[in-house]
């Protein structure tokens, strides 16, 4: 491996909106995410609707706006 290149890999806590903690490394100091495995419906194995960070408000709007204008 060349020397200098390679960036520094640190400990670092992941943490999820439902709470979870996960301890890796990472080249990133702390990381946040809004679904992991342990919440997400494919590996719970329950039927639930998530909506990460508004998407379909966000499209609702979008085209709300062109309907509007027709």
């Known amino acids: ?10 400990r670092t806590v992941i ?4 709470g979870a903690e996960l301890e890796t490394l ?14 997400h419906p494919f590996f719970t194995g329950e039927a639930r609707f998530v909506d990460t960070e508004g ?7 979008k085209y709300s706006k062109k309907e509007k204008g027709s």
């Open 26 to 39: 990472s080249t990133e100091a702390n990381l946040r995410v809004d679904i992991c495995s342990k919440c």
């Open 55 to 61: 998407r379909v408000e966000r499209f609702r709007r």
């Open 15 to 18: 943490r999820c909106g439902c």
């Open 1 to 10: 491996m060349k020397e200098g290149i390679h960036p520094e890999m640190k």
